[in-house]
T-cell receptor
Framework: KAGVTQTPRYLIKTRGQQVTLSCSPISGHRSVSWYQQTPGQGLQFLFEYFSETQRNKGNFPGRFSGRQFSNSRSEMNVSTLELGDSALYLC????????????FGSGTRLTVV | QQPVQSPQAVILREGEDAVINCSSS?????VHWYRQKHGEAPVFLMILLKGGEQKGHEKISASFNEKKQQSSLYLTASQLSYSGTYFC???????????????FGQGTILTVHP
């Protein structure tokens, strides 16, 4: 059974550019959540999508956005990159329901220079 | 709102036991425990639900005190492979559901030496 796939694994971008990250959930999982992980702030929730709808959003500026496609694959976009956006971006998929668990992908390491 | 984990770091010899605690100031629906090794994805270990249901790995146990909003992860007879950073993620019901959001503690670094 394939796990959660995130692409690319590594990215280097320049300040001011924009970036798009991709997440393919486990087959049958319709919920995709995104997290930012940094040494200083830890794991912070960005947003969650279910059936192509954003149902929940964390405390991040509007430069961070996402979407979900009909096949449950999700993308997140960060515009006008800042140095502080350098982080490991993780997505997690879930089947939802009682005692639902979240399976994380290996993440995309974004470095902004 | 972020749960507080303790201790921040633990150093063990193989075969020793450890307890990691996670405490929240908010009423919780569930607590999820993960282990993350450097450069890798967080790996699910255990989920504990309000009401007592739990599921996870055989060699790892945990408890959830609903009155105190506290959870503890018990690692017994530690192995080298137990090394990593342990995170608790809490689901806080907001308007009936957390909608896919886990609020994570700051992590506990566990190091197991031979």
């Amino acid at each position: 059974k394939a796990g959660v796939t995130q692409t690319p694994r590594y990215l280097i971008k320049t300040r001011g550019q924009q970036v798009t990250l991709s997440c393919s959930p486990i087959s049958g999982h319709r919920s995709v959540s995104w997290y930012q992980q940094t040494p200083g702030q830890g794991l912070q929730f960005l947003f969650e999508y279910f059936s192509e709808t954003q149902r929940n959003k964390g405390n991040f500026p509007g430069r961070f956005s996402g979407r979900q496609f009909s096949n449950s694959r999700s993308e997140m976009n960060v515009s006008t990159l800042e140095l502080g956006d350098s982080a490991l971006y993780l997505c997690a998929s879930s089947r939802l329901g009682t005692a639902a668990t979240y399976t994380f992908g290996s993440g995309t390491r974004l470095t902004v220079v | 709102q972020q749960p507080v984990q303790s201790p921040q770091a633990v150093i063990l010899r193989e075969g020793e036991d450890a307890v990691i605690n996670c405490s929240s100031s908010k009423a919780l629906y569930s607590v999820h425990w993960y282990r993350q090794k450097h450069g890798e994805a967080p790996v699910f270990l255990m989920i504990l639900l309000k009401g007592g249901e739990q599921k996870g790995h055989e060699k790892i146990s945990a408890s959830f005190n609903e009155k105190k909003q506290q959870s503890s992860l018990y690692l017994t007879a530690s192995q080298l492979s137990y090394s990593g950073t342990y995170f608790c993620g809490t689901e806080i019901p907001e308007g009936g559901t957390s909608y896919g959001k886990l609020t994570f503690g700051q992590g506990t670094i566990l190091t197991v030496h031979p």
